[in-house]
Nanobody, 117 residues
Framework: QVQLVESGGGLVQPGGSLRVSCAAS????????MGWYRQAPGKQRELVAT???????NYADSVKGRFTISRDNAKNTVYLQMNSLKPADTAVYYC???????????WGQGTQVTVSS
C-alpha cells in the first residue's frame, strides 16, 4: 500500500501563489503517476495535473499556463506550484498516486486551497 502526506494548502488572495506538496511512501513502484485533483463543494472531483515517473505531464485546460506540476522521484514527492490563482481554483486538492503496472489508486486526505480577497 501507499501512503500520501500532503502539505501546503491555505488561503491566498487572487493572483497569489501557493505550492502544495505530497510525499508518497510505502510500496512504491517505478512506473507510476502522481498528481493532483480537486473538488469544489457540490462538484465532482476533477483532474488538475498529473505527472508520470518519466516526466510526462497532463494539465486541465483551466490551469494550463498557471500551474506547474513536478516531482522528485528520489523522494517520491510531487509538487504543484499554483500561480495566478483565481477564486475558481478554490477547492479541496487531493494528491493521487497510481500504480501504472497494476491498477491500484491511492488518495491523500486533501488539503484546502481557498482563493479569496
Amino acid at each position: 500500500q501507499v501512503q500520501l502526506v500532503e502539505s501546503g494548502g491555505g488561503l491566498v488572495q487572487p493572483g497569489g501563489s501557493l505550492r502544495v506538496s505530497c510525499a508518497a511512501s510505502g510500496s512504491i513502484v517505478g512506473v507510476n503517476a502522481m498528481g493532483w485533483y480537486r473538488q469544489a463543494p457540490g462538484k465532482q472531483r476533477e483532474l488538475v495535473a498529473t505527472i508520470t515517473n518519466s516526466g510526462s505531464t497532463n494539465y486541465a485546460d483551466s490551469v494550463k499556463g498557471r500551474f506547474t506540476i513536478s516531482r522528485d522521484n528520489a523522494k517520491n514527492t510531487v509538487y504543484l506550484q499554483m500561480n495566478s490563482l483565481k477564486p475558481a481554483d478554490t477547492a479541496v486538492y487531493y494528491c493521487n498516486y497510481k500504480n501504472l503496472i497494476g491498477t491500484r489508486n491511492y488518495w491523500g486526505q486533501g488539503t484546502q486551497v481557498t482563493v479569496s480577497s
